[in-house]
């Protein structure tokens, strides 16, 4: 009988364990962000700020743009952090967020061993830098992940009228990974370029013999919304929490704090909510 | 680097609660599971072996993308809340390890079944207390099923990053940061916590040990 008595113990240790973790700390949300906000650190920087200003704990799951429409779709976090134009808008127009509002951008960069076989540095475009990797064959890995990135690039291949996937060959890869995990890939590969948003470039700890080759195409501009989850939808969704979380990022003092967010003497986000 | 230091204790506590928990609550079911299926005989007993042994080769992201849709607010048990919770990670590795747990104890009790069974019929003991006294024989050989049950939790990473979602201070366990700083490119941070993790899973396989030994002089 002493072992079922045991049995009993563990099981209401583990009951109140798990009572514990869903009780703890009512004033919090989630936000859906993406992976290139996480792996630049810039949450690690930025949230600690919003709770001591705001008073709110912002809990995130970071993913691809992708996943982190889906979560707001299904109403599994409050506040989603973005980087799609498209997508973002079909989101609103369908009914599943609201308020959306532009708050910080950066630009994507197309990335590629130092030594550049395809001869991609001093394209005169993103998309004529494409066209000439893709004629060399050099190779290609792509996010293949639905994130925002991954949405930039299959829209410039459209734009520079290839279709990566079907044109024959293995030089077009696709990872279905994170922006580290690929910039990862590309550095190991020795003959591979990317494109990565930039915080995620700065940031990166292991570039070895990758560099940075074209940069400054309007159409590299990588714009990050904020999305409150309908609450008509959802009526769990902390609206009032997340509206001040909101307006604090698209505050003066938010917006500056965005702007202090720098790896290198450069400023990986740059705050352009009060632009508009 | 810093900041890491200061939650890396946060990190292998939470670590530990997730997957602690979940391979208590997957012995307590795992246990009394393998050891009906060894001692009674019933219509169906046959194919849930087979399948409990097809379980314990259960994909981690499979069972998380099972608790996601569970327990997402879209879900059946949405209203719940538990989606990104420790509750949410212990639910998955729960679901992980308790075939693996049940498979084994099946095969350590059914072995004891042949060894005992004359001595237990001839004392005319009811199925129940053959359960209980089986189980209480096999307890060393359980305790290693238990930490292969505990290595199995630990260990995964495709099913706590999908329902704990990774959330620092929170979420974040020895395997999801180690996934997060590897994509940072910080390769020696991700090796060493590596490290941290095969270190930890010595001490507690080490402990397990060293309690078996000295149990095994108090009872005999």
């Keep these: 009988m002493k072992q079922i008595d045991n049995l009993a113990v563990c099981l ?32 690690d920087y930025y949230l600690p700020l919003v709770q001591r200003r705001t008073g709110i704990d912002v809990r995130v799951v970071a993913v691809g743009t992708g996943q982190a429409l889906k979560l707001g779709e299904n109403g599994d976090a409050d506040v989603l952090l973005v980087h799609d134009r498209v997508g973002e808008l079909q989101f609103v127009e369908q009914g599943f967020g609201v308020d959306r509002r532009e708050v910080m951008y950066n630009d994507f960069v197309l990335v590629g061993p130092k030594r550049d076989p395809a001869r991609a540095a001093g394209s005169e475009s993103a998309v004529a830098a494409l066209q000439k990797i893709a004629g060399s064959k050099a190779g290609f890995i792509s996010r293949g992940d639905d994130s925002g990135t991954n949405r930039l690039e299959r829209r410039l291949w ?18 279905g990974a994170g922006m580290g995990a690929v910039l990862n890939m590309t550095a190991a590969s020795g003959n591979a370029y990317t494109i990565a948003d930039r915080a995620t470039w700065l940031a990166f700890r292991n570039k ?33 929490q997340a ?21 290198a003497g450069q400023a990986l986000f740059k705050p352009n909510a009060l632009q508009q | 680097m810093l900041d890491l230091d200061e939650s890396l204790v946060e990190i292998i506590l939470v670590s530990l609660r997730v997957s602690v928990t979940a391979t208590v609550l997957a012995a307590v079911v795992g246990f009394l599971l393998g050891a009906v299926l060894a001692i009674w005989r019933f219509p169906g007993r046959g194919a849930l072996l087979v399948l409990l042994n097809a379980m314990m080769g259960l994909p981690p992201v ?48 059914a072995d ?4 005992y069974r004359e001595q237990l019929y001839s004392l005319g003991a009811k199925r129940w207390t053959m359960l ?36 620092a201070h929170h979420t974040r366990v020895m395997t999801t940061v180690i996934a997060l700083e590897t994509s940072k490119g910080n390769l020696t941070i991700a090796l060493a916590l590596g490290m941290i993790l095969i270190a930890l899973a010595c001490m507690i396989n080490a402990a397990a040990a060293f309690s078996k030994i000295y149990a095994a002089r108090l009872y005999g």
């Excluded at chain 1, 509206?243 to 790896?263: K, N, P, Y």
């Excluded at chain 2, 004891?112 to 060894?115: I, T």
């Excluded at chain 2, 024989?137 to 999908?162: D, H, K, N, P, Q």
Aim: aromatic share 8%; net charge negative; hydrophobic share 50%.
């Design chain 2, 132 to 167: 209980q006294t089986l189980l209480w024989e096999g307890r060393y050989s359980l305790l290693t099923v238990m930490l292969a049950g505990f290595g199995r939790a630990i260990s995964e990473v495709g099913a706590v990053l999908i329902v704990g979602g990774n959330i």
């Design chain 2, 112 to 115: 004891l079944m042949l060894e």
């Design chain 1, 158 to 175: 459209q734009e520079a009228g290839i279709d990566p996937g079907a044109s024959g060959g293995n030089w077009y890869r696709e990872a």
């Design chain 2, 62 to 109: 499979v069972v998380g993308l099972l608790v996601y849709l569970l327990l997402s607010r879209a879900g059946p048990m949405g209203s719940l809340g538990l989606l990104f919770t420790e509750s949410a990670m212990i639910i998955a590795q729960w679901l992980l390890v308790t075939p693996l747990i049940a498979a084994l104890t099946q095969q350590i009790v």
């Design chain 1, 208 to 240: 070895t013999e990758l560099a940075l080759l074209v940069q400054g195409d309007a159409r590299l501009f990588n714009q990050y919304s904020l999305i409150l989850v309908n609450p008509e939808k959802h009526p769990h969704v902390k609206k009032q």
């Design chain 1, 12 to 43: 209401g240790m583990a009951f109140m364990v798990l009572a514990g973790s869903v009780q703890a700390g009512e004033n919090f949300i989630t936000l859906a962000s993406t992976t290139s906000t996480q792996a630049s650190g810039f949450f």
């Design chain 1, 243 to 263: 509206l001040l979380f909101m307006d604090w990022m698209t505050s003066v003092e938010g917006q500056r704090a965005i702007a202090g967010f720098q790896t």
